[in-house]
């Protein structure tokens, strides 16, 4: 499959330029023939688990719109309805390498933008109900058929009927609708209303992007760039002259705050640092795989064909400053020489390093120390000699 197919025919640069974050767009067969590598009876296996996240959103239950949060029991699905139920499983990614690796064919956009795969199963009638949602999302139909309504486009003061878990529009206003069968693929921006009904037992798999709103950067940057500020720095008025009122606050103490807030605005170094910290702390870190080990038997290990992978709830970045590589790992970061430039690369970029592509690095000891360090956070992983690809 090429990116071009994936987007029916167009290359990337028209899709960005013509659609994204601008206006649906539906492909038909944008994967040919697609076969889902999970089944329904799988999916409702995972909802068992306690460290993944998963819903069930019955249409008509003990109220309109019950939803009913993982882990689920045993016996969850025995006394449900045929009709008008939908089962939510999130980041199904991290879990099945094929998912994984349709994840990759999205590659078009940064990985640091890309959320997770969330799973979807409904029976007839199954839907979570018109909504809109503050990212882009595209809707590949795995399994079945699921008939897809387009509305209007939504804001912060769309109204939303009175629901303690879910956000359904009180009003919908529809401009599209079409059937997608296996193989299709839905293009949703941010804000547009949709709403997904089954038409039979059907998967639709919901590739999602992250999208801090302006209040998250604004908090979670001050709070950063707060950390690294000493007590000592105050506001201060040196320049103070004699007040004609002593209640009023004038526009000379507004100048000063300015002063103060601006060259923490205007610091790219520390906001890349902090965005880049941001986008790649791990959705579901508990399952991240840390292991500990020496520098020297990693090289034993890579010298005699061992290979790494990179943990599917890994999120890697990487930023090159004016005089510094910034590397990022779910969440934290690490200043590298740039000589490691094309080894950062590599580790962002791909899903398995065997020991050919590590062979240039293994007499690097900052190198070494670098993969120490990601095996250390569970980011890197080191294969399995007797189980081809899975993970000790």
Known sequence: MTISSLLGGMSPEQFLRDYWQKKPLLIRQAIPGYQSPITPNELAGLSLEEDIESRLILEHGSHPWELRRGPMAEDAFQDLPERDWTLLIQAVDQIVPELSELMREFSFLPHWRKDDLMISYAVPGGSVGPHYDNYDVFLLQAEGHRRWKLGQRCDDHSPLLEHPDLRILQDF?????????????????????????????????????????????????????????????????????PCDDPSRIDEASIDRLQAILRPLLEDREALAAWFGRHMTEARYPELLNPAEIDPQDLLQYLQSGGALLRHP???????????????????????LPTSLLPLVQLVCNEDWLDADRLLPWQADPQAMTLLVQLLGKGDLLMESEDDEGCAD
């Open 313 to 335: 709830s890994a999120r890697l970045a990487w930023h090159q400053g004016r005089d510094d590589l910034k590397l990022f790992a779910t969440g934290e970061h690490c200043i």
């Open 173 to 241: 206003e529809q401009t599209d609708e079409w059937v997608l069968e296996p193989g299709d693929m839905l293009y949703i921006p941010p804000g547009i209303a949709h709403w997904g009904i089954a038409e039979d037992h059907c998967m639709t798999f919901s590739v999602g992007f992250r999208a801090p709103s302006h209040a998250e950067i604004l908090l979670h940057y001050t709070d950063y760039a707060s950390q690294q500020l000493g007590d000592s720095q105050r506001y201060s008025d040196a320049d103070a002259t």
